[in-house]
């Protein structure tokens, strides 16, 4: 089976740091996905690993392990604005690049 | 920046009746998705079209569904007879190439069926 896995719910402090895991099962891989999502709103794109090691983007980190079947997402200098659902996507094998999702991550950040 | 763009932005329709969901992929893209979200659930791959034919779609994806890409620029999704259950965001989505791993979603279009 498919399987990703995320925590449900996280909470932070503006200013602080929050990182969000990811561990994922699939058939096969072509990479991973970190999309952040406001309530009824599109997924937006914040981040894209393929090969292991850390990708840096602004207030944004994602890290990937193959070996592991493990990503996370580091958000720094969290802003109010931060709060929302942060959905980890794989890539599934194959030519077609569908998308398998796990369920995202709630975070709230408090002042 | 070109985006990806659907109408409409809410539909709200009985059960048992016809609703086509369109969609407007970023020009020159080749790969076109159609995903789900049933409120409070995770993001549902459907299908997969290119090159004017459908590349994958998932169990979900019935005889109650069909894609179409009637001209050069519009994907559509039709639910020909919509159930209560089929009540969700409809998100499509494009990529640019093969190559491209990148998926640009539209803004979604609410479903709601009574």
């Known amino acids: 089976g498919q399987n990703i896995d995320q925590p449900t719910e996280m909470t932070a402090t503006e200013g602080a740091i929050v990182q969000i895991n990811c561990t994922y099962q699939?058939?096969?891989?072509?990479?991973l996905f970190w999309y952040q999502q406001h309530a009824g709103e599109a997924p937006t794109f914040l981040s894209y690993?393929?090969l292991d090691g850390l990708e840096e983007k602004g207030r944004f980190s994602s890290f990937l392990s193959r070996s592991k079947g493990y990503s996370y997402l580091l958000l720094k200098e969290l802003q109010m604005k931060d709060s929302a659902s942060y959905l980890c996507?794989?890539?599934?094998?194959?030519?077609?690049?569908?998308?398998?999702w796990g369920l995202g991550t709630s975070l709230g950040v408090n002042p | 920046e070109p985006e990806v763009t659907q109408t409409p932005s809410h539909q709200v329709t009985q059960m048992g009746q016809e609703v086509i969901l369109r969609c407007v992929p970023i020009?020159?893209?080749?790969?076109f998705y159609w995903y789900r979200q049933i409120l409070g659930q995770k993001v549902e791959f459907l299908v997969s079209?290119?090159?004017?034919?459908?590349?994958?779609k998932s169990e979900i994806f019935d005889d109650q569904f069909s894609v179409e890409r009637p001209d050069g620029s519009n994907f559509t999704l039709k639910i020909r007879s919509t159930k209560l259950e089929d009540s969700a965001m409809y998100f499509c989505?494009?990529?640019?190439?093969?190559?491209?791993?990148?998926?640009?979603f539209g803004p979604g279009t609410r479903l709601t069926v009574l």
């Open positions: 699939t058939s096969g891989f072509n990479g």
């Open positions: 996507a794989v890539i599934n094998a194959g030519n077609n690049r569908k998308l398998i």
């Open positions: 690993n393929v």
């Open positions: 020009s020159n893209h080749l790969y």
């Open positions: 989505a494009s990529r640019g190439t093969f190559l491209n791993n990148e998926q640009f």
């Open positions: 079209f290119y090159n004017n034919e459908i590349s994958e």
